[in-house]
């Protein structure tokens, strides 16, 4: 049965062999069509918390699709994605609430609240979730957590006000406010010069290896992910076309990912 006749019907959950729900992240199978656009044709990926996996293809393959499915903000037509070894499609709003808390997300544009300083920005998800915590506390977090991404200096600037690497890194540490266990990070380096590209790949070293998370970046930037992943994944046409190392990856034969290492 094609993956669009499941759309409307209820999706039966895919078992995972019992070591990979000691993953952190595992997608299985995962369809995803829009009307008649078959965006993700059956995307198996997984990630292990502490390592990093980049996902590269060309404009319009469905990365940001990837992300936004595993975040839970749409459902996939069929397959499963796991975090933490729970299957989220299907799970009351509560129980994802309570798994998305445990997720940073980094949108494309960074999106940021315009109205909003870059400390309350950094705030939002904590004054949100976190109302165990006094204002001061929260405070105290905000500075800690900007001077994590080198913006000490900047708490009360306007998001209008800072440069676009600024602004990532706003994001960035916006992402990091509830200490998340998995980091998604949707172009983080996209619109960049080449050196404050590579002052945010730094970034995303230091934290990774600070926190610990599981992360996912979705770049275009092949020099960024060879910097900052452990693994490297090639979507193309809704499928998974390569993954491994960078080094795997140079070993292909296969003719599209000869042609997108060539632009290196
Ligand atoms: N909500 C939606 N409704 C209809 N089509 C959608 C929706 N979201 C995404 N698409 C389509 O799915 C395809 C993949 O989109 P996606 O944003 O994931 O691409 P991408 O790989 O992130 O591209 P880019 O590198 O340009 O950011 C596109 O053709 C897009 O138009
Ligand atoms: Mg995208």
């Given at each position: 049965m094609s993956a669009a006749a499941h759309s409307d019907t209820v999706m039966p959950s895919v078992l995972l062999p019992a070591h990979e729900t000691s993953l952190a992240v595992a997608i299985c199978n995962v369809h995803k069509t829009f009307g008649k656009h078959h965006v993700l044709d059956g995307i198996t990926l997984t990630v292990a918390q502490g390592q990093t996996l980049a996902v590269l293809g060309r404009s319009g393959t469905g990365k940001s699709v990837l992300l936004r499915l595993i975040i839970g903000l749409i459902q996939p037509d069929s397959g499963a994605i796991r975090i933490h070894g729970d299957d989220i499609s299907g799970l009351s709003l509560d129980h994802l609430g309570a798994i998305r808390k445990k997720m940073g997300f980094l949108f494309q544009h960074a999106a940021l609240y315009d109205s909003l300083t870059v400390a309350e920005n950094v705030a939002f998800p904590l004054q949100h979730h976190r109302r165990d915590l006094s204002q001061s506390e929260k405070q105290d977090r905000v500075r800690h957590l900007l001077a994590e991404v080198g913006?000490?200096?900047?708490?009360?600037?306007?998001?209008?006000?800072?440069s676009g690497g600024m602004q990532k890194r706003v994001g960035l540490a916006r992402a990091l406010a509830l200490e998340p266990d998995i980091l998604l990070l949707d172009e983080p380096t996209a619109g960049l010069d080449p050196i404050s590209s590579r002052e945010i790949d730094e970034l995303i070293l230091k934290l990774q290896k600070e926190h610990h998370m599981a992360s996912i970046v979705v770049t275009h930037d092949l020099s960024s992910a060879r910097t900052i992943a452990d693994q490297l994944a090639l979507l193309d046409r809704g499928k998974v076309v390569a993954e491994g190392s960078f080094e795997d990856l140079q070993q292909s034969d296969n003719p599209f990912v000869r042609d997108f290492l060539k632009v290196l």
């Open positions: 913006l000490d200096g900047d708490l009360d600037k306007m998001p209008s006000n800072i």
